[in-house]
């Protein structure tokens, strides 16, 4: 089992969720998330006073999957998120150890 | 061999109740207290000194069926063995994985706990004998209401104190979408509070509770078998089985689905013992009060309760808010909403007595709505917080909806958001309050109030997008409260466009020039939507429940809002309306003239240093509200119109105007020291209430002059301290449009320095710092 783990831009979390849905993911998780990488924070002047936004508002989308199907995931995730300018994000995938299903118990492959 | 029901387990036993079919309500309680007596009166062998007694839930024959078991093992003293006897009792119900609340005392002492603690002497009233010595119950029983009625009146502190801190945890069970049926304001502890009250025979148990207590029982007691747990938070994910477990179904006549049926029923069960409650309360305040022999004591000199006038047959007295003794609700129709305004700017509550003889004496208002009466709603809502619960009795009362017909689709109606906290109706009264604390960043804030109001009305009405309902809706109610032209163009794109912003700003990607667009188009290319909308997203998030706001959010709303702004240009300098004819005609006349109407005064006098200031401090001698005013000079005169609102009912005599203005022209009148004694007398806030910073702005799109506008919270006799500070600090008004709206005024004057230029902005600063003294601190 793995976790992949998408930070993209807010605006296109229903792409992709439309697409892993299509895939036949039936759950993921979403968390509101503040950070920079290359794009960096910017200056922005708002009714008169500037203020710096030192971090970019994006959405983080964590999902556990089987191994066989981490590549074409991936690769559907990226495809969604993409816009082509700065700051669209990452996708990566770390190993999952055991998995439990908290209403019935069931575990690992079962609990996906 | 088959165990006989005394050996079974206390926990099987309540399972097997709990699975035999049918059995809900009154009926499950019922069966519920014979099968536990049954079981733990096999567990008293002893018989002398000793009875064992259910108190709480049991006590009340209502146990629900996971709660505690609150039981009290009362002995004379001295009793041989009673730890034996004890542990005879605990340890099976511990063995049965019962959870047990527990005491063992002799009477003394429990009537000694009873006069110490109030939590206790409320279980100890519904105490109940399960087995033993029968006398022992019946003595402590007779003890505990001897003390409590001895002791009630002196103890409704405490008793208020107790609930307070409850609710202030739990909330309020008629708004919430997930209300706590046991601790939350007018849940069950609520009923029996009112349950103890009528014990120490000071109120009647009303009989509208008699019906509202066993809903929320039945609720309660399916929520436990459904959870197996004892929660007695009733969640939205709860909804759906329990409202089947309560045989509730889906109301084909008006599309009310069983959960919404089941969480109305909740939510005016909640409604009707918090309302009782709270007249208890009052009841026996007023008991108490006149109880007190220390009223009596000096004699029969005491003049009477202390009125205080606080609008035109509105009075406060002992701490309500009440009509004045010769007040008509029928011939007064606007009377209701300055009780409202009174109630919620002095926070006060309105005296039941008052809101019955309103329910039932009140005209309607005629349509659309006179000012006056628009201004008194504003001014309520632009008090915030305390206008929640003035609302909140006007609805109970059923003048909310007879000013307002619509609002009976929102009442108690329920959210299937899990982000949402409140009911709609309630929700949109905390959306306008969240509104009213926005008074410096917005140019009309009375405007975002009433968007504020009426943003989710069309949740309350079909139609797959309530935004757009609920401008249709808008529109009516609008046009019904008097209002007209751009002013209700903005309410209903407040209401239509309401999730504009935070949709677009989290769903769309804000480098695409198309996002803007669509902005753009929707707000119609109007900076001032566009800020009001801004606003109208934080105060409805804000009141949606914790999760609806971050920072993450915000930020990305600002981002959206900068972008849009850009594109649709600066916020216009505000206009001034051309002079008319009649006041060309006074000014060329050349000579002092004061003109009343029926809500306004017209004053022409020679344009000096100072005449402004004299003019609107005589005004507020005469205790006339300035609501709105056009400032202009022609030919060396000033000719003011002002539209006024009488404080204490009829315009004065304008020859009392014109000779006190003479005199202050001339600088006889002495009118700041007068100015100053109004103030102190008069003063609409509360003693020690916090005032709000004042916001002071700057316009340079006009030709010849430069434009400051302020906007800052009303006080009687403000425009005169802002003409003063003013004319202190050297500058020249040509013209000004001063209104004052929902209790915050703003108030633009065109300027020029001593030469007639307009103002530089490095003058400006200094010239802020006089401006906001008129501010007093």
């Known amino acids: 089992m793995k976790q992949i783990t998408a930070i993209v831009k807010p605006f296109k979390l229903d792409d992709v969720k439309a697409a892993l849905e299509v895939l036949g993911i039936q759950g993921l998780t979403v968390t509101e998330v503040q950070g920079f990488g290359r794009q960096r924070g910017h200056t922005e002047v708002y009714r008169g006073a500037e203020y710096t936004v030192d971090f970019v508002p994006k ?9 066989g199907d981490v590549e074409k995931l991936v690769a559907a995730i990226v495809e969604a998120a993409r816009t082509g300018k700065i700051g669209d994000g990452k996708v ?20 996906i | 061999m088959t165990p006989t029901p005394s050996s079974a ?55 629900a069926p996971y709660s505690d078991l609150d039981l009290v093992l009362l002995h004379e003293g001295k009793v041989n063995g009673l730890a034996s006897i004890a542990d005879a009792i605990w340890y099976p119900i511990w063995d049965s994985g019962m959870s047990l609340d527990h005491s063992v005392r002799t009477p ?14 409320f279980g100890l009233l519904d105490i109940r004998h399960v087995a033993g010595d029968a006398g022992l119950t019946g003595r402590v029983r007779g003890s505990v209401l001897d003390v409590w009625r001895a002791t009630a009146t002196k103890r409704l502190d405490e008793m208020k104190s107790i609930s307070r801190e409850r609710w202030s945890i739990a909330g309020d069970a008629a708004f919430l979408l997930e209300p706590n049926l046991k601790e939350s304001r007018g849940g069950l502890r609520d009923a029996q509070a009112l349950h103890a009250l009528a014990a120490a025979q000071l109120v009647d148990y009303p009989v509208w509770v008699r019906e509202a207590y066993p809903v929320l029982l039945d609720v309660r007691g399916e929520l436990h078998r459904i959870t197996g747990r004892a929660d007695d938070v009733l969640r939205q994910q709860e909804h759906d089985s329990v409202a089947a477990a309560l045989d509730l179904a889906d109301s084909d006549h008006d599309g009310e689905q069983a959960r919404d049926t089941l969480l109305r029923r909740v939510n005016e069960a909640a409604r009707s013992v918090a309302h009782a409650l709270d007249l208890a309360w009052r009841r026996v305040e007023t008991l108490g009060s006149t109880r007190s022999p220390r009223r009596w004591r000096f004699g029969s000199s005491r003049p009477g309760p202390e009125r205080v006038g606080l609008a035109k047959d509105v009075v406060s007295q002992d701490g309500e808010v009440m009509l004045a003794r010769d007040a008509d609700p029928w011939s007064d129709p606007g009377l209701v909403l300055r009780v409202a305004r009174a109630a919620a700017e002095h926070d006060l509550p309105i005296a039941p007595f008052a809101l019955e003889r309103l329910a039932a004496e009140s005209a309607p208002l005629p349509t659309p709505w006179p000012r006056a009466a628009l201004d008194d709603l504003l001014a309520a809502l632009g008090a915030g917080q305390p206008a929640i619960a003035v609302l909140e009795s006007l609805d109970q009362a059923g003048l909310l909806a007879a000013l307002m017909p619509e609002w009976d689709a929102v009442r108690c109606r329920a959210q299937h958001n899990p982000v949402h906290r409140f009911t709609v109706d309630r929700h949109l009264l905390e959306t306008a309050a969240a509104a009213a604390e926005h008074d410096g960043d917005v140019a009309r804030r009375d405007l975002l109030i009433m968007g504020a109001l009426l943003h989710d009305i069309g949740k309350g009405f079909p139609s797959p997008d309530h935004s757009v309902a609920g401008a249709e809706q808008a529109e009516v109610i609008a046009r019904r409260m008097g209002y007209a032209g751009d002013d209700l163009a903005m309410i209903v794109g407040l209401v239509r466009h309401h999730l504009l912003l935070p949709n677009t700003a989290t769903r769309r990607d804000l480098d695409d020039p198309m996002t803007i667009r669509i902005v753009r188009d929707s707000v119609g290319d109007s900076a001032e939507l566009l800020d ?10 804000s009141a949606t429940g914790p999760a609806a706001w971050s920072d993450w959010k915000a930020g990305l709303i600002a981002d959206l809002v900068g972008r849009a702004r850009a594109a649709v240009g600066g916020s216009r300098p505000p206009t001034i309306p051309p002079l008319d004819d009649e006041r060309r005609q006074l000014a060329e006349r050349g000579e002092l003239a004061v003109i009343v109407g029926a809500d306004e005064v017209v004053v022409a006098a020679p344009d000096d240093t100072g005449t402004l200031y004299r003019t609107t401090g005589v005004l507020a001698l005469h205790a006339l509200d300035i609501r709105a005013a056009s400032i202009r000079t022609h030919a060396g005169m000033a000719v003011n ?21 003479a005199r202050a022209l001339k600088g006889e009148l002495g009118l ?28 340079d799109d006009a030709t010849d002059a430069t ?12 425009l005169s301290r802002i003409t003063a500070a003013l004319e202190r600090a050297g500058l020249d008004v040509s013209s000004a449009r001063v209104s004052s709206l929902a209790g915050v005024v703003v108030d633009a004057f065109y300027v020029t320095d001593g030469q007639g230029k307009p103002i530089p902005p490095e003058a400006r600063p200094a010239l802020e710092a006089e401006l906001r003294s008129a501010w007093p601190h």
Not at chain 1, 59 to 67: E, T
Not at chain 2, 108 to 121: H, S, T
């Open chain 1, 59 to 67: 959405v983080r989308i964590d999902v556990v999957v089987a191994d």
């Open chain 1, 92 to 111: 990566w995938v770390t190993p999952i150890e055991s998995l439990v299903r908290v209403r019935t118990g069931e575990r690992d492959a079962d609990a």
């Open chain 2, 9 to 63: 387990k206390l926990s099987e036993i309540r399972a097997g109740v709990l699975r035999r079919p049918g059995l809900v309500g009154s009926q499950l309680r019922q069966e519920l207290s014979v099968a536990y007596d049954a079981w733990l009166q096999a567990l008293l062998t002893a018989r002398d000194g000793v009875a064992l007694v259910a108190v709480g839930g049991l006590g009340r024959r209502e146990p």
């Open chain 2, 108 to 121: 003394d002492q429990a009537v000694a706990v009873a006069k110490e603690d109030l939590k206790a002497l």
């Open chain 2, 532 to 541: 009001l909308l801004h606003v109208l997203a934080i105060a409805d998030a």
């Open chain 2, 641 to 661: 119109r002002f539209v006024v609102e009488p404080r204490f009912g009829t315009m004065p005599d304008p020859a009392l105007i014109r000779s006190d203005l």
């Open chain 2, 672 to 699: 700041a020291d007068k100015l100053a004694e109004k103030e102190r007398t008069y003063s609409r806030r509360p003693a020690g209430a916090a005032h709000r910073r004042p916001s002071v702005h700057w316009f």
């Open chain 2, 707 to 718: 434009v400051v506008e302020f906007r800052g919270e009303d006080e009687i006799g403000l």
